[in-house]
């Protein structure tokens, strides 16, 4: 399962996150739509089948703009923006994660990370859809 660490706080990883959390503020649900959820490895979804220059566009074009134009370059770094990875990790928050639903079509290149995101939800025991 997942190893008995201390919990990561969000604050610790970046300030904006710091400011959010510091608020108190709760959400009671989170909808990822949309959700690509490891930014830093967008070529993923290239490498699993061929896509149009449009979408592969898009997909590069959201890295860069979470992460620079050298996006592929900040791996480790960029814990943020890939929530993905943190949530199968088994990361500890110090509050709850909210129930989640991540809207997909079943066509959509973004499905795999929908998918992965319900396994790792399941394993976390946050209610999803």
């Known amino acids: 399962m997942f190893s008995k660490r201390t919990p990561k706080k969000f604050k610790a990883l970046e ?9 108190g503020i709760v959400p009671r649900a989170v909808i990822p739509m949309c959700g690509m959820l490891q930014v ?3 070529q993923r ?3 699993r089948r061929p896509l149009s220059h449009f979408l592969t566009d898009r997909l590069q074009e959201t890295a860069e703009a979470y ?3 050298h996006a ?5 770094t960029a814990e943020l923006a890939d929530p993905l990875l943190l949530l199968e990790q088994g990361i ?3 509050r709850p ?4 639903f991540a809207g997909v079509g079943t066509a959509d ?3 795999d990370d929908s998918r992965r995101l319900g396994r790792a939800l399941d394993k976390l025991g946050v209610p999803s859809q």
């Open 92 to 94: 500890q928050t110090e």
């Open 72 to 76: 592929a370059a900040h791996g480790a």
């Open 97 to 100: 994660l909210p129930p989640m």
């Open 67 to 69: 992460l620079g134009p």
């Open 40 to 42: 830093s490895d967008w």
């Open 109 to 111: 290149p973004l499905l």
């Open 15 to 23: 300030p904006f996150a710091a400011q959010v959390f510091d608020t």
């Open 45 to 47: 979804f290239v490498r």
